[in-house]
């Protein structure tokens, strides 16, 4: 019989080490197959959470936030790119036309969306917009700050965009975007991922697939 674990994963959608950790953990699970399987949700945390409505050329912001050159910086990113590839996801600009520039931008909006679907479709739709946020922006580089964009998204992922829409608005929906980030502080997380098996077990950072196959053999182990 397949074990179940639970995995909450604190994350925000313009973190790159969280999707390249998400891929080596589905690369973990698929290697598991028939012995551990995972029900996955996604919480809220935001990196940068005073980000104006503009948003921030990422090589920029980086350069600022941690006193990079932009050299320095553009170092770190092309870094970064090599082991999303590595993974699985590539940060290739995959839309149309000349790529634009690559943008951060405030993402409590899609934050309020992940909660209001992991709410009324479960946990397999949640991940499945929270990937096409992924891809949106680090793929095509969209603007998901932007209310229609993320709809976009959203109805993409199959989920309704009219009721999607009301979303934005919902002062519960925001409370309880709040509240997952006040869980983050109070468990002393301070960056992202950080994934919670079973409720007991809190793994920091991006790990390989190797170190995820360990850590579920011994949750399941210990129980």
Not at 100 to 125: I, Q, R, V, Y
Not at 210 to 218: C, F, I, K, P, Q
Request: charged content about 25%; some cysteine; hydrophobic content about 45%.
């Amino acid at each position: 019989m397949t074990e179940r674990v639970g995995i909450a994963i604190w994350s925000d959608v313009m973190c790159p080490w969280c999707v390249i950790g998400y891929k080596h953990l589905e690369t973990a699970l698929e290697s598991l197959a028939g012995e551990i399987g995972a029900d996955i949700r996604w919480l809220a945390f935001e990196l940068n959470p005073d980000m104006p409505p503009e948003g921030e050329e990422s090589r920029a912001h980086i350069a600022r936030k941690y006193g990079l050159t932009p050299e320095q910086a553009e170092k770190g990113r092309t870094l970064m790119a090599e082991r999303a590839r590595g993974a699985g996801f590539p940060f290739d600009y995959a839309g149309e036309g000349e790529a634009p520039p690559s943008m951060l931008w405030n993402t409590f909006d899609a934050h309020k969306l992940l909660h209001w679907a992991l709410e009324t479709a479960g946990p397999e739709a949640q991940t499945r917009l929270k990937l096409a946020l992924f891809a949106a922006h680090f793929q095509q580089r969209r603007n998901i700050g932007d209310r229609e964009v993320l709809l976009d998204v959203a109805e993409s992922a199959g989920l309704d965009r009219q009721t999607g829409s009301a979303v934005f608005d919902d002062p519960t929906i925001a409370a309880a975007v709040r509240s997952e980030q006040r869980q983050a502080w109070d468990a002393d997380v301070t960056g992202v991922p950080a994934m919670v098996f079973d409720g007991k077990f809190l793994v920091p950072g991006a790990q390989e697939p190797e170190a995820y196959v360990n850590v579920l053999r011994r949750v399941v182990a210990r129980r």
